[in-house]
């Protein structure tokens, strides 16, 4: 098994156990945890946007935020894990995160990449060269898709994107208590 497969199926598992960690050595106060919140949601709303683009292993989807990133999921859990790193109000946790985010995605999207290349070929490849991997450029890629594509609650729900809102907004009253705690 290679780095990159063990840490795309390993990622979610990880992060659960680096979660204890990192809540253990946060330090949350009512303005850390809002300002957390405040940059979460924004990764929030770009995961959410995105993953009503997404058809997973039906189509190469180079539409919406897609045109911009070829990867606005992974763009916007990078702002969601910033949101969380502030909430946490320490250098310890937040330092944690970040490098857990970069480690594990820079070998997942280069994994998720020789996938789609294997299945798309040529298109990806010149979606590959309009497109930058990681950070958004404000001018779309200028790429097609065969159908027009369009947000979808619908495909939304399909990607259980939901599952990330959930998430977090569990690990803000899990920060709240914490607070709550060292301040009895």
């Known amino acids: 098994m290679t780095a990159m497969d063990f840490f795309a199926r390993w990622r979610v598992r990880i992060g659960y156990m680096l979660a204890g960690g990192v809540l253990w050595l946060s330090r949350p106060e009512p303005r850390s945890i809002l300002l957390g919140a405040g940059v979460g949601l924004v990764g929030l709303w770009i995961r959410a946007y995105s993953a009503?683009?997404?058809?997973?292993?039906e189509?190469?989807?180079?539409?919406?935020p897609y045109a911009r990133t070829r990867n606005p999921l992974y763009f916007g859990?990078?702002?969601?894990?910033?949101?969380?790193?502030?909430a946490m109000n320490s250098l310890w946790s937040g330092t944690l995160l970040l490098l857990y985010f970069v480690l594990v995605y820079s070998f997942v999207m280069r994994?998720?990449?020789?996938?789609i290349r294997a299945?798309?070929?040529?298109?990806?490849?010149?979606y590959a060269a309009a497109v930058p991997l990681f950070f958004p450029r404000l001018k779309a890629g200028g790429q097609s898709e065969p159908r027009a594509a369009t947000f979808?609650?619908?495909?939304y729900r399909k990607n259980h994107e939901y599952e990330a809102?959930?998430?977090f907004f569990l690990l803000l009253i899990g920060l709240i208590v914490i607070w709550r705690l060292h301040t009895a």
């Open 152 to 155: 979808s609650w619908a495909q």
């Open 165 to 167: 809102a959930v998430g």
């Open 119 to 126: 299945r798309h070929g040529a298109a990806f490849d010149a």
């Open 111 to 115: 994994r998720e990449e020789m996938e």
């Open 52 to 57: 009503g683009y997404l058809h997973k292993q």
């Open 77 to 86: 859990s990078s702002i969601l894990t910033l949101g969380a790193a502030l």
């Open 59 to 64: 189509v190469l989807t180079v539409t919406g």
